[in-house]
């Protein structure tokens, strides 16, 4: 076991990667701060620095969050009834109302990643919200757990992309790149490899 971050954390509860891999995001929900870092796989985080600190008009803590395909973070605010969109530089350009005191956390879905789910928890909450983003908004498929190849571009940022369909070796359904020859179902999406 390696110690990644060596300050006190009071209670971590949101991390998020652009879809580049080379910035985490990182939520500390009692001090109302997300803090973003540089990532590189071989040194790891560095150069941490605050972007965004919830003003004390606002009720409630920064929970769960994911990035877009733009990099932006979408956070729940837990005890606001809200979830905000933060650019890379730490300021708020959408905000996304619920009707319960406390969304949990968010992420994208649907067949094109065009929908934000929201979960929520009581007293008045523990239900599941989706929300239709704008047409420019758009999420990022979540990496199959053990894959370590990178998304490919053809999908990337691209809501209407094709895999090429003389290419055997992309899943026609959600253009994800088979992990090997022999696969047989698409570790995405489940369907069966055409032949």
């Not at 540089?38 to 606002?58: C, F, K, M, Q």
């Not at 929201?118 to 757990?145: C, N, S, Y």
Request: net charge negative; charged share 20%.
């Amino acid at each position: 076991m390696t110690e990644v971050l060596d300050y006190k954390i009071r209670v971590s509860n949101a991390c998020a990667f652009t879809p580049e891999g080379t910035t985490m995001f990182f939520t500390d929900s009692p001090t109302r701060r997300i803090f973003v870092f540089d990532y590189d796989a071989h040194s790891g985080l560095t150069n941490r620095r605050l972007l965004y600190e919830l003003p004390s008009s606002v009720p409630g803590f920064p929970d769960g969050a994911q990035c877009d395909c733009a990099g932006c973070l979408w956070v729940a605010i837990s005890g606001a009834s809200r979830v905000i969109r933060l650019t890379r530089e730490g300021r708020v350009d959408m905000v996304v109302e619920v009707p319960v005191k406390s969304p949990t956390s968010v992420t994208f879905g649907g067949v094109d990643l065009d929908t934000l789910f929201i979960t929520t928890r009581g007293p008045d909450g523990g239900q599941l919200f989706a929300v239709k983003m704008p047409h420019d908004i758009v999420g990022v498929p979540e990496v199959p757990f053990a894959d370590y190849k990178p998304i490919p571009n053809h999908i990337m940022c691209n809501k209407n992309a094709v895999a090429p369909e003389s290419n055997t070796h992309f899943c026609k359904q959600c253009g994800m790149e088979f992990s090997s020859l022999q696969s047989r179902f698409c570790s995405m999406c489940g369907v069966a490899r055409a032949c």
